[in-house]
């Protein structure tokens, strides 16, 4: 069985930052793919951003959406067994609740993420 707590999210102004982290337990995030995926008020869940590494060599994959791409950073700190999201210049539409995942294949789509954390609410406002 595997648990992901989510941390780090709250309300923030419009350019602003915030580092959500994304805590695994039952598996290490050292060599499974670990993705963030968010859902706005009144809108459907989407995919934010993915990371797998494989714990051995530099070799990683990321991938983001193209609507964070550039402002958003997936990381994973292996002692830890955490995953992050790295949030810069923060706009209103950034807005919604942010879950992390775990998979077994880097891919966007959420049918194929296994387990989920229970999400935590991001707010860019002024």
């Known amino acids: 069985q595997v648990q992901l707590v989510e941390s780090g999210g709250g309300l923030v102004q419009p350019g602003g930052s915030l580092r959500l982290s994304c805590a695994a337990s039952?598996?290490?995030?050292?060599?499974?793919?670990l993705g963030w995926f968010r859902q706005a008020p009144g809108k459907d869940r989407e995919f934010v951003a993915v990371r797998y590494w494989n714990g051995v060599s530099t070799y990683s994959i990321t991938d983001y959406a193209d609507s964070v791409k550039g402002r958003f950073t997936i990381s994973t700190d292996n002692a830890k067994n955490t995953v992050y999201l790295q949030m810069n210049s923060l706009k209103p539409e950034d807005t919604a609740v942010y879950y992390c995942a775990v998979s077994k294949r880097v891919t966007r789509r959420q049918s194929e993420y296994d387990y989920w954390g229970q999400g935590i609410q991001v707010t860019v406002s002024s």
């Open positions: 039952g598996r290490t995030v050292t060599t499974s793919v």
